[in-house]
């Protein structure tokens, strides 16, 4: 049991390039999130998706898009990277049926140049 | 909209003094609270879970509580170690509408100083 994956662990790219960060949650969760964590910002939201087949936007969703593959898979992804997107990014599941517990990943270190 | 705050920023304590780490949140219509733990470079793992229902979670040296109606919740960690050195956040889950959602604070850096 693996609980939450996530890749790459580390990323750099150029003002304009495209990358998907992968999430991979084992748990059998229904609900997956996207969060970027900024110094003095703290967790911000970026989309979620209650369950298989649905996405919604979070607190900071321009420049994203998202794509729940299935239900173990959702993965975020930067059309055309900007400085500004230059974060530590954590993918999370919530055990929804256990009390609402929410497992994060060990997150994506990315930098845009 | 719901906004948590973490007071304080950061906090160094010795090695065995019990400590108090607090959370609080604006709106009380929450589903639940969860404290978390992040040791630098890491993600985040949950502590404690508390339900609008309960008074207080209980894990090992660790002990949150949660009065809804003012709008706080507490983290106590009895006999801090430098193990405990991490950083540590509040998160809540409003009822109702969208729940799915947690509103984090920016968290409470503690060292615990052997």
């Known amino acids: 049991n693996a609980g939450v994956t996530q890749t790459p662990k580390f990323q750099v790219l150029k003002t304009g390039q495209s990358m998907t960060l992968q999430c991979a949650q084992d748990?059998?969760?229904?609900?997956m999130y996207w969060y970027r964590q900024d110094p003095g910002m703290g967790l911000r939201l970026i989309y979620y998706?209650?369950?298989?087949?649905?996405?919604d936007k979070g607190e900071v969703p321009n420049g994203y898009n998202v794509s729940r593959l299935n239900k173990r898979e959702f993965s975020l992804r930067l059309e055309s990277a900007a400085p500004s997107q230059t974060s530590v990014y954590f993918c999370?599941?919530?055990?929804?049926?256990?009390?609402?517990?929410?497992?994060f990943g060990p997150g994506t270190r990315l930098t845009v140049l | 909209k719901q906004e948590v705050t973490q007071i304080p920023a950061a906090l160094s304590v010795p090695e065995g003094e019990n400590l108090v780490l607090n959370c609080s949140f604006t709106?009380?219509?929450?589903?639940?609270l969860q404290w978390f733990r992040q040791d630098p470079g890491k993600g985040l793992t949950s502590l404690l879970l508390?339900?609008?229902?309960?008074r207080e979670q209980t894990s090992g040296r660790l002990n949150a509580s949660l009065d809804k109606s003012s709008g706080r919740s507490t983290l106590y960690i009895a006999a801090s170690q430098p193990g405990d050195s991490a950083t540590y956040l509040c998160?809540?889950?409003?009822?109702?509408?969208?729940?799915?959602?947690?509103?984090f604070g920016k968290g409470t850096l503690l060292t615990v100083n052997p």
């Open positions: 709106d009380s219509a929450i589903y639940n």
């Open positions: 998706s209650a369950s298989e087949g649905t996405t």
């Open positions: 748990m059998n969760h229904n609900s």
């Open positions: 508390i339900q609008s229902s309960q």
């Open positions: 999370a599941s919530i055990n929804r049926g256990g009390g609402d517990t929410q497992y």
């Open positions: 998160a809540v889950k409003n009822s109702g509408g969208s729940n799915y959602k947690l509103t």
